[in-house]
């Protein structure tokens, strides 16, 4: 099956975990880090396209990278929907953005 966005992937489409190898631009492979990425949120772009929020497990940095077609959509989902199962987080106010 083909899906759109898998050409280029940089992350496990089952777990959604990535590697820190893109220093500045996406596909330059020049961070020295190589640590692991965790998925830590999504976000929308005013398309409607979803991005993927990662985390360095090793250094803290941060990146926003494209879903892919084929990316498990129950992760996706779990991550999405992780703001509104923290209590210490006003759910009303989440809503109403």
Do not use: F, K, Y
């Amino acid at each position: 099956m083909v899906a759109p966005g898998t050409a280029h992937r940089n992350h496990c489409p089952h777990c959604l975990t990535s590697l820190h190898v893109d220093h500045r631009i996406p596909g330059d492979r020049r961070a020295a880090c190589r640590g692991r990425m965790a998925a830590l949120s999504v976000t929308v772009r005013h398309d409607g396209e979803w991005l993927l929020i990662h985390s360095c497990q090793s250094c803290g940095g941060l990146s926003a990278n494209r879903i892919a077609g084929d990316d498990n959509a129950l992760a996706l989902l779990r991550i999405a929907v992780r703001p509104l199962s923290d209590r210490r987080l006003p759910v009303n106010a989440l809503l109403a953005l």
